[in-house]
């Protein structure tokens, strides 16, 4: 764009969003209602002034994008735009230069970046529209900011404030301006914030329209001569928030506020005087309220009227004061309450006692009210301070509650009630000049750093008349300060002493050492001296049979002292247990003062039990006032009753049992059975029933044993009420006999034939029997084999039978159809069926299961020869009967050979005649 140049609309020249435009030039025109629209960049960066004029028309330059104003390093090269500016975009002001905006710009909604070294100028602002950045300044000058909103560095001159304008960084005021409100019923307020700085050098400036000048910040005032902050009109008011301080080049300066102030923060005059003018937190009649500061360091506040009741913090220093106008009267003399704080560092002569419901300080000087009267929290004397009651220094100084601390001096009769009296300075005691008296609810806090000054090392008050002591003295050592025993310190020193300290707390020192308060005539005295020794003995008692016994443990100092000695101490177990020989216990036990011993009592308790000697503690812990030289007390509790017989198991017979076995009957032998013992037998698979106590050395029982339990060696545990004893490997389990077969199988009616029995373990004196014979015998051949002499009745059935093998040590086994019987002969007649004697026939018999083989038997003088079996059911033999034989039926037997398993049958098929 052409330096000097005219742009006429009407129309719009548009800067597309990607568009640059830079201009160097000195100006340009825009007219003839022209809009210039930017939307990209738009920089005026030329070598000296800039302007962008108006040149007739509606005309307008509208920025959505970015319009750089860029200035030089000094602030002969600025920009100014004349046209009316809308800026809903961003303008970035830079350069060591004041940038003009002279246009409209209140329908802006963009922001302004000031940048660093940098102002911009604009015209009217709404700063609940548009956003003010950057560490640059804000110059309003003749304009408005209106709506709600923030500007970090702001610079007034003639301004006019509508809205809520808060500065966040600083506030630069021009000299002999008017700071301007809306007018009306409607209130601007200009708000510095709490990090905010302003200074103000000039002469005055004005605050009109109803204007509220509010700082939270640091506002500071140091011009050369008299300054002043009119009131131009209106409802006005400067609030202070933050601190306000009035530090002028010429200690004759003054600082008058000609319009209502509000103090909430900090008012501080450190050079010259401040005239408070209309002060809103000071009545009519001098109740100063707010809880604002009120500062006279150097310097002068002058309040409209005296101040009677304080709720604020008033400091007065020595070089400095608080005065009523324009004159020299102090505005102190006449307070009469104090709810708030007040420090004094020069003298002030008061009309009037004071009552202290806050804090009062006397830094300096003297302070005298007509009587002195503090109801609540603390006063303060320094050292060379001075608080005199009355005109004379006898009136009263009453402390009735809170605290009283200082090295200074007390003109005046002392009296402290429920309140903490904690005297000392930089080397002063607290000195008193009058009689002195500590009530019933008073503490004295003696601090203890050292024994060489008073007021520095220790605690101390002096007075010229008596001192009447009572309530409480709390000594405070310092963690760094370790007296030696013997040490002495002098805290209350008068003509004469009356009373003594009720309690006393703090007087441990570290080393087991402690401080002890001494009184005579004229005051009161702490000495350190050394805590006593404690230590506990150790204790034996019987334990008897019922009830509890006590064991006496005494708990003894090395030597008396002047206050009692505590002690915690609990019960702990040893070998013995609580609650079964001894009852637990725990407690404090306490030596009174000039005592030198106490007594601890442990139940103990009885039974009838043998038990060895058993063992208890009683540790002490927690001492107070003592040092714990043996905290541990052996207590023995020695047994009284006798040891009862011992059991044993010696053996169990028999001791060999085999597997299988049932119902053994065994006898446990040993010593000390009691009625009601029990046995057991270990491993599985054997069991023991019916166990019977004998008498003291014999037990039966009856044990089975399972017959495929392991075979092994057990051991017999008998329980009595003596307690338990076991024979280990008492007792055997041997390998039961087995039936595998037996030889040969026999034939019904078979009698007394030898059956051989064949297996494994049997043993000499093993039995064999089957359940479908007779066993008449059993013989041991060797562990394999057994042989038996076996019966079986002519009528037993055919078929298999179970073999039983028991041995000696009850070992059983059953083997299951091991034993055969199978059919025999039978007898059915004979022909001829009757026979004389002494003749021989030839007879035939007749029956079934004949084998060949078979034999005829008849009774003694019957014989028979010549026997052939013709076939199953027929045999034929020749038969003689002796002539002596006897007559009637006979009995005739037929016995099949072994190959039929000696089956024979009988019957009385026979009758002999003469």
């Known amino acids: 764009m052409a330096d000097g140049i005219a742009l006429t609309g009407p129309g719009t020249l548009a800067i597309g969003p990607t568009g640059t435009s830079t201009f160097a030039g ?62 809903d975009g961003t303008v970035n002001a830079t350069g060591a230069a004041t940038h003009y905006l002279s246009g409209a710009v209140t329908g802006s909604t ?143 300066g003054v600082l008058s506020v000609g319009m209502p102030l509000s103090n909430s923060g900090i008012l501080q005059a450190t050079k010259g005087s401040i005239d408070l003018g209309t002060l809103t937190n000071l009545s009519g009649s001098g109740a100063l ?14 309040f409209a009227n005296a101040v009677t009741s304080n709720s604020a913090t008033i400091i007065v220093s020595a070089t400095g004061n608080v005065v009523i106008g324009s004159g020299t009267t102090g505005a102190l003399n006449t307070l009469a309450t104090n709810s708030g704080s007040l420090t004094i560092g020069r003298s002030v002569t008061a009309t009037s006692a004071l009552t202290n419901s806050g804090t009062v300080e006397i830094t300096g000087g003297t302070y005298r009210p007509t009587a002195y009267t503090q109801t609540a929290r603390a006063t303060t004397i320094a050292t060379g301070a001075v608080l005199r009651a009355g005109s004379a220094g006898t009136g009263a100084v009453t402390i009735s509650a809170g605290s009283l601390a200082g090295g200074g001096t007390i003109q005046g009769n002392l009296s402290v009630g ?42 101390k008050v002096t007075t010229t008349g008596a001192a009447t002591i009572g309530g409480a003295l709390a000594i405070t050592t310092g963690a760094s300060y370790n007296p030696p025993v013997g040490t002495s310190i002098r805290i209350i020193e008068a003509p004469s002493r009356s009373g003594t300290f009720a309690t006393v707390t703090g007087v441990d020192i570290p080393g087991n050492k402690h401080w002890v308060v001494g009184y005579d005539a004229t005051g009161a005295t702490l000495t ?13 008692i019987v334990e008897g049979n019922t009830g509890s016994t006590n064991a006496m443990f005494t708990v003894a100092l090395d030597a008396p002292t002047d206050r009692a000695v505590s002690v915690d101490f609990t019960t702990s177990a040893g070998t013995a247990t609580a609650s079964t020989d001894y009852s637990s216990t725990s407690g404090t036990v306490s030596i009174a003062a000039g005592s030198t011993m106490a007594t601890i009592s442990v139940p103990v308790l009885g039974d009838t039990i043998f038990e060895p000697d058993e063992t208890f503690t009683v540790v002490l812990s927690a001492i107070v006032s003592g040092v714990l030289a043996d905290g541990i007390g052996l207590g023995t509790i020695t047994n009284d009753d006798p040891e009862p017989p011992v059991t044993s ?57 399972n017959g495929t339990t392991a075979t092994s060696a057990r051991s017999i545990t008998v329980s009595t009420a003596n307690g338990s ?39 000499p004196g093993a ?28 009528t037993r059935a055919i078929g298999a039978y179970a073999v039983t093998a028991t041995n000696p040590d009850k070992g059983k086994f059953v083997c299951l159809m091991c034993f055969t019987v199978v059919a025999g002969p039978k007898l059915t007649s004979m022909t001829p069926s009757t026979a004389a004697r002494g003749a021989t026939y030839s007879v035939t018999v007749t029956g079934s299961g004949f084998v060949a083989g078979a034999k005829l038997t008849g009774p003694a003088g019957v014989t028979f020869d010549a026997v052939v079996v013709t076939n199953a059911s027929t045999i034929t033999a020749e038969m003689t009967i002796i002539p002596t034989m006897s007559t009637g039926a006979k009995a005739i037997v037929v016995t099949n050979p072994a190959s039929a398993g000696f089956g024979s049958f009988y019957s009385s098929i026979l009758t002999v005649t003469t």
């Open 26 to 87: 000195s100006y340009f025109y825009l007219g003839g209602n022209l809009t210039l629209r930017n939307e990209g960049s738009f920089t005026l960066d030329g070598a000296g002034t800039q302007t962008i004029y108006d040149n007739g028309g509606t005309n307008l330059f509208a920025n959505v994008g970015t319009l750089n104003l860029v200035g030089a390093a000094t602030n002969s090269q600025y920009a100014s735009i004349s046209v009316p500016l809308d800026n």
């Open 110 to 252: 963009g922001t302004f970046a000031i940048g660093s070294g940098s102002a911009l100028q604009p015209p009217d602002l709404n700063l609940s529209n548009v956003t003010v950045s950057g560490a640059g300044t804000l110059r309003v000058q003749g304009t408005t900011l209106s709506g709600t909103g923030s500007v970090p560095n702001l610079s007034l001159g003639w301004p006019t404030i509508t809205g809520t304008v808060t500065v966040t960084s600083s506030l630069t005021i021009d000299d002999q301006t008017v700071l301007s409100g809306p007018g009306g019923t409607s209130t601007g307020t200009l708000i510095t914030a709490p990090a905010t700085t302003t200074t103000f050098a000039g002469s005055y400036f004005y605050l009109g329209g109803n204007l509220t000048l509010r700082n939270e910040g640091s506002f500071t005032l140091d011009g050369a001569g008299t300054q002043t902050i009119y009131d131009n009109g209106g409802t006005n008011l400067f609030a202070n928030v933050g601190t306000l301080v009035y530090s002028p080049v010429s200690s004759t």
């Open 289 to 302: 309220t707010g809880g604002g500061t009120y500062s006279a360091t150097n310097g002068v506040l002058r």
């Open 418 to 459: 429920s309140a903490s009296l904690i005297p000392g300075g930089v080397g002063n005691p607290l000195s008193v000049w009058g009689t002195f008296g500590l009530a019933g609810g008073s503490t004295f806090q003696a601090a203890v750093n050292g024994a060489t000054t008073a007021g520095t090392d220790y605690a």
């Open 528 to 540: 350190v001296a050394a805590n006593p020794n404690l230590s506990v003995n150790d204790v034996s």
């Open 649 to 705: 198991v010696t053996a169990i017979s028999p001791s060999s049992i085999g597997q299988g076995a049932t119902s053994v009957p065994v006898t446990i032998t040993g010593s000390a059975f009691t009625p009601g013992s029990t046995v057991a037998i270990s491993g599985t698979g054997v069991t023991i029933s019916g166990v019977t106590v004998v008498s003291d050395t014999q037990i039966t029982g009856s044990v089975s044993v």
């Open 725 to 763: 004893a076991t024979c280990s490997g008492c007792l055997t389990l041997a390998p039961r006999p087995v039936v595998s077969s037996t030889t040969p199988a026999l034939g019904q009616g078979a009698k007394l034939r030898e059956l051989t029995i064949t297996g494994t373990n049997f043993q």
């Open 767 to 794: 039995k064999i029997s089957i359940s479908g014979a007779t066993v008449s015998s059993t013989s041991y051949v060797n562990s394999t084999t057994l042989e038996a002499v076996v019966t079986v009745t002519p």
